[in-house]
Nanobody, 123 residues
Framework: QVLLAESGGGLVQAGGSLRLSCVASGRTLDSYTMGWFRQLPGTAREFVATIIWSTGYTSYGDSVKGRFTISRDDLKNTAYLQMNSLKPEDTAVYYC????????????????WGQGTQVTVSS
């Protein structure tokens, strides 16, 4: 139903910033919740942030609240994740995800996924 493509990952020193982008194609996102998850070795995908497309309402994981900001550009059909004050603990593969309907913090509830983009934060 929807195809997702992330970009913007890279390496950065602790305290620096990165902005990730997720371009959605195939349909309008009016009825969708978009999210960002990250995955570290030896663990399941961790909730980072979500945004309800129609209203712009956002939610954040405790570990990133106050440092990360999720937003969307309806004209470009693109979701963004602005990451500030990055820490080495933020190092992970970051995935964009989408689900139809109400928001969720569980990765299993999201039906569409991007390919992932690597974020590496050095000490």
């Amino acid at each position: 139903q929807v195809l997702l493509a992330e970009s913007g990952g890279g390496l950065v020193q602790a305290g620096g910033s990165l902005r990730l982008s997720c371009v959605a194609s195939g349909r309008t996102l009016d009825s969708y919740t978009m999210g960002w998850f990250r995955q570290l070795p030896g663990t399941a995908r961790e909730f980072v942030a979500t945004i309800i497309w129609s209203t712009g309402y956002t939610s954040y994981g405790d570990s990133v609240k106050g440092r990360f900001t999720i937003s969307r550009d309806d004209l470009k059909n693109t979701a963004y994740l602005q990451m500030n004050s990055l820490k080495p603990e933020d190092t992970a593969v970051y995935y964009c995800a989408a689900r139809r309907g109400f928001t969720s913090r569980k990765s299993d509830d999201f039906s569409s996924w991007g390919q992932g983009t690597q974020v590496t934060v050095s000490s």
